[in-house]
């Protein structure tokens, strides 16, 4: 039987009416459900994100950057693809990644019995120098991990959950942190380390929690918008891009996500839920250079022609209907700026331009979603990293500390058993908080879900266990 403590009488010194202590150990006892749902799961998502923060922000997503000596000139992409297939003869070329500077490698991504591997090779003499396995590369690990926990969307909806609560440990830590009753700013803003014992952990988890709190809310958000039901079926619908912008560009029954590697996410998210473009279509806005075949390579020298510069993707088609598709984003590592995204279908058959799309055309949520995911992976440069590396050990210390907090606090005799903080008696009805928690159940539904039958399971239960003072 869980043990609860009786609710104390508010300090007469603290200013507080009873009402809002009674209102204040109500906000401390959802802080304190939620966490004990949320902790795990921001634990595992601070680490995750760490890891992949690395990568993104000091090598790449592959490992560390395969560098080659400079010549004269570079030897055309069809010639380095077929150095490629003659080592993966069985194998289906995926993309084309241009070199981002001339010192480095061009990369080919080959789909082959049931793998996708990445091949490095040399843009100036077509020689193979490395392979990766995209699907087993320490970033790929930590991003499944980070989105599923490897257990396919049982693990998305779990982590959707921890999200939603997440939020709500955001609102009612900014309720019981909020200077009042005499309390100054600066004793929020500045933790005092003169304290000992639990006090000193609650001062420091306090001020690093209201210092991070609006970070990691936009980073739960952005987030979320990747989730199966809050992300896919409710807020990705509202802001992916319309294709029938496209005109009279045949849509084909493929959406953008087809292009992503396995498990992972490298196309905008505005994008992946648009129908690509179908290849036969008589609309047309560019024509490959006039003479050319319509291979790699004259799609390469178009996307130099539209802009594309440094490193930037090209896809091959991979059905009758298929088209090349020409990108360069933040979402793929390519640029550091989501405000320079853009992504251009080409016919396979006529070489025309199909359809384009930039930043410029996104929706604004789809605008936000870009600038908001660039800064949650760290791919706005070194310094976007550094950050989030440190945001990322904040977070990881609010959960630490959050159960230090626990631990020291629990009645005497209490061991390992859960304790929850008390039932607040005679509480009146909280209008305030009752309208927070309404609106983040209705935001997120899974979460709202769980919290309806947790709050109800705290009604009928919990509330009415036998209590005890602790001494």
Not at 159 to 180: C, K, N, S
Not at 255 to 282: D, F
Not at 392 to 409: I, P
Not at 448 to 468: F, K, N, Q, Y
Request: proline share 6%.
């Amino acid at each position: 039987m869980a043990v609860v403590e009786r609710a104390p009488t508010p300090d007469a010194g603290t200013g507080l009416s009873f009402s809002t202590s009674r209102f204040h150990a109500a906000a401390w006892r959802w802080h304190f459900y939620a966490g004990l749902y949320v902790v795990p799961f921001l634990l595992m998502l601070a680490i995750t994100g760490a890891v992949m923060v690395f990568f993104t922000g000091f090598q790449t997503r592959l490992g560390p950057l395969v560098h080659v000596t400079p010549q004269a000139a570079t030897l055309p992409v069809s010639v380095q693809a077929q150095a490629v297939m003659e080592l993966r003869s069985q194998g289906a070329l995926l993309e084309y990644m241009a070199p981002r500077a001339a010192d480095q490698a061009s990369w080919f991504t080959v789909a082959r019995d049931g793998l996708t591997e990445a091949v490095a090779v040399d843009p100036y003499t077509a020689r193979v120098l490395h392979l990766v396995n995209k699907e087993d590369t320490v970033f790929a690990w930590a991003q499944r991990i980070h989105g599923t926990l490897l257990i396919g969307d049982v693990g998305d909806r779990l982590i959707e959950i921890a999200a939603g609560f997440g939020v709500m440990m955001i609102v009612t830590g900014l309720y019981l942190w909020w200077p009042r009753g005499g309390t100054r700013w600066g004793q929020v803003l500045v933790p005092d380390l003169r304290l000992k014992g639990r006090l000193w952990w609650r001062s420091l988890h306090g001020s690093v929690g209201f210092w991070i709190g609006a970070v990691l809310l936009t980073f739960l958000l952005t987030g979320l918008s990747w989730s199966g039901i809050w992300g896919g079926k409710i807020v990705q619908p509202w802001g992916s891009f319309p294709a029938e912008k496209w005109g009279e560009a045949l849509k084909s029954d493929a959406t953008h996500a087809s292009l992503n590697p396995k498990g992972q996410h490298e196309v905008p998210w505005g994008l992946e839920q648009t129908p690509l473009p179908a290849s036969g279509s008589a609309s047309a806005a560019v024509d490959v250079p006039s003479g050319q075949p319509v291979n790699v390579d004259a799609v390469v020298v178009l996307a130099k022609q539209l802009g594309f510069e440094g490193q930037y993707h090209v896809q091959w088609p991979q059905s009758e209907s298929g088209v090349f598709t020409i990108s360069a984003d933040t979402m793929s590592g390519d640029l550091g700026n989501p405000t320079r995204d853009r992504t251009v279908h080409v016919d396979r058959y006529s070489g025309r331009v199909l359809a384009e799309v930039g930043f410029a055309d996104y929706s604004m949520l789809a605008k936000g979603m870009a600038v908001g995911i660039a800064l949650h992976q760290g791919d706005l440069g070194w310094w976007n990293a550094v950050l989030n590396l440190l945001f990322c050990a904040g977070v990881a210390f609010l959960c630490v500390s959050g159960m230090v907090m626990w631990w020291k606090r629990r009645p005497a005799g209490s061991g390992w058993r859960i304790v929850a903080p008390p039932v607040p008696r005679d509480l009146p009805f909280w209008k305030g908080g009752a309208v927070v928690m309404g609106a983040v159940a209705l935001a997120f539904p899974l979460s709202g879900a769980v919290l309806a039958a947790l709050l109800l399971l705290d009604w009928l239960v919990v509330s009415r266990l036998p209590v005890r003072v602790a001494s």
